[in-house]
């Protein structure tokens, strides 16, 4: 497979599951909400490079995390370059995480999103 | 790529980070028709394929680009809950999940239930003092940063890389040859790998305890995998052929 086939959007599905960690709490109202605005903005620039944002949904109820935030990206690539800028703002500091790639299996992601191909 | 702390005495960025995957597999139920020679030599020819796409197969050809570039693995059976681990790398992230796929495709997920992490290499490699010696052990160390680590300032965390430093120097002294860093935290909890070539679980032992001493564990979580290596061919032998190791 080449990295041709890796320039579809929203063929590679990135899952994060977050947390505060405990720290946060001690931070100021007002920091938060800068750190905050920093990962927002963080978001919304990947979204204007193309990846697709479909929401964070709550799972404290029936897991050690707090909420899981899907994403889908052109490449894992691309995912890791959002997730090492939200790296580099310190969200991570802040934040326990744990993270997956997944890529969509052929003819199960619409027209033209194919990525692997069943072979058996 | 940003490293996730700057260099230290030890350790320098890699300047051509390539993907890397680690895997950890415990071997199915060895029930009738499911695994046998057809897909362990299916998995052989992905391996074979992988190779001549540019995948590195074997920590040792990282070492040293002259030594044999054919698939290992750990065999850590012996004290673990899997039966093997492994790393590899290949030339991107996509073509490292990309593999992974093939390879259970090709009968891979019919032998081994497999956790697969995904990251980037980000430092270079480190030799021990004597780097020639005979390696026939790998030690595996999975790790992330705790709370207290992010928590702490950016001043204890440099003093703490470097005390660090004095134990790595010390595995170093144990003639541990230390295959650079890899970075996980794109795809899993774990936010690094650590793989060091050693000469058997005691050295792994001994090293850890230098770990311990300079208080590494107190910003740390981490699982340590003790394996000894072994060319993949063997380590995926269907069960009827498995031969007693010598």
């Known amino acids: 497979m080449t990295d041709k086939q890796n320039t579809v959007a929203g063929s590679c599905l990135w899952l994060h599951y977050t947390r505060p960690r405990p720290h946060w709490y001690l931070v100021p109202a007002e920091k938060q909400g800068e750190l905050q605005a920093a990962w927002a903005a963080i978001a919304q620039a990947a979204q204007g490079k193309g990846a697709l944002y479909q929401g964070r949904y709550h799972i404290r109820g029936q897991h050690d995390f707090e909420t899981v935030d899907v994403w889908t990206f052109a490449s894992s690539q691309a995912a890791f370059d959002y997730w090492n800028t939200l790296v580099s703002a310190k969200y991570s500091e802040f934040f326990a995480f744990s993270n997956n790639i997944g890529l969509a299996l052929s003819g199960e992601h619409g027209a033209g999103a194919s990525r692997i191909e069943h072979r058996l | ?246």
């Open chain 2, 1 to 246: 790529m940003t490293s996730l702390t700057g260099d230290t005495d030890v350790f320098t960025s890699d300047a051509n980070p390539r993907a890397c995957i680690v895997l950890t597999g415990k071997r199915q139920d060895d029930l009738p028709g499911i695994y046998g020679a057809q897909e362990r030599d299916a998995i052989l020819a992905v391996f074979q394929a992988l190779k001549a796409e540019g995948w590195v197969l074997s920590q040792r050809h990282v070492f040293d680009p002259s030594a044999p570039n054919d698939p290992v693995g750990l065999d850590t059976g012996f004290t673990h809950d899997h039966d093997i681990a492994a790393v590899f790398e290949a030339p991107t992230l996509d073509a490292a999940l990309q593999g992974t796929v093939r390879l259970e495709q090709a009968g891979w997920a019919r032998l081994f239930r497999t956790e697969w992490m995904i990251g980037l290499r980000e430092f270079a490699p480190v030799f021990g003092e004597r780097a020639s010696n005979d390696h026939a052990w790998a030690f595996l160390a999975l790790w992330e940063w705790n709370d207290q680590w992010c928590e702490a300032t950016p001043q204890a965390r440099t003093e703490y890389d470097f005390e660090c430093d004095e134990a790595f120097k010390g595995d170093l002294a144990h003639d541990v040859n230390i295959s650079g860093r890899q970075r996980l935290d794109v795809a899993h909890h774990w936010h690094h790998l650590g793989y060091w070539e050693i000469s058997g679980p005691d050295v792994a032992d001994s090293a850890i305890r230098g770990h311990e001493r300079v208080a590494d564990f107190k910003f740390t979580t981490s699982r340590h995998i003790v394996g000894r290596i072994r060319p993949m061919a063997e380590l995926i032998a269907p069960f009827g052929s498995i031969k007693a190791i010598a």
